[in-house]
């Protein structure tokens, strides 16, 4: 199956998917590879029922469902492809054997007060970490955009900073503003006073950023994930009303939908709007 993967990732790079979508593929590929592997079966000799068992084992590891869903959808284009080569004798797999999204958790952003902590917390980190965690806060962008910026990735255009994201998931490769006044000033100076040579900008991988956010949720009690930065950030935007297209651009989301979920724990004012009697 290895073979048939490598050949179809290069198509799909031929056919101009983004560098991360490729290697997003190729990761949730080779895992299922490993299943079947481990089942002594094959893509040409897997069973409906040999899927279903993989999306069992998914939940025992209390996976979310828009995370399996993802496998499956990328499995499921795989086996398009393949049918489509005549490598496989029927596509074993249909948007039906997706698990349903039976409930949509409301996701809450950081209050103003849970704001005040995790600032003063990270302004004790060390310097990469602290700019890391500024960046995330004030530009949106996912944390492994964060751990793949470069240092010339970082520019200043008159007097705002800007990070340019490259090969970035879902093909959403954008040239951003820092929007926070405050993260722009704390990552510049960073960017300015660093020695560049080879490594990353930040030189911390996304599961050691995502180290630091778990040890801040033990230190203060607060639910914190680093993903939760990014919909706190479009609901900041979203109360000082900036339009929805426009945070849809800033976080790269492919669809408007997925952009008012994050923006929808933003505090809104309905007094201008609520009669009085």
Known sequence: MQKLINEFIEDQRLEGKAGGTLREYKQRLEEIEIYLNNKSLTIQNAKKVDLSDYTKTLFKKRQKITTIRGKLSTFRIFCLWAFKKGYIAEVIISPDDYPKNVSVNRVKRLTNEELHVFKTYIDNLQENARAAFWLLYGSGCRVAEAAHLRPEDVTLRGKSVFIDIKDAKWGS???????????????????????????????????????????FAKDTGINFHCHLLRHTFAALLTEKGVP????QYLL??????????????????????????
């Open 252 to 277: 790269g989301h492919k669809s408007l939908g997925m952009t008012a979920h994050y923006a929808q724990s933003a505090l809104v004012d309905l007094s201008d709007i609520t009669p009085e009697i």
């Open 173 to 215: 490769d954008r040239c951003i503003p820092i929007i926070n006044e405050e993260a722009a000033k704390i990552v510049w100076k960073y960017r300015s006073e660093l020695e560049i040579d080879n490594r990353p900008l930040f030189r911390l991988s996304k599961r050691t950023l995502q180290g630091y956010a778990t040890q």
């Open 244 to 247: 929805l297209t426009t945070i």
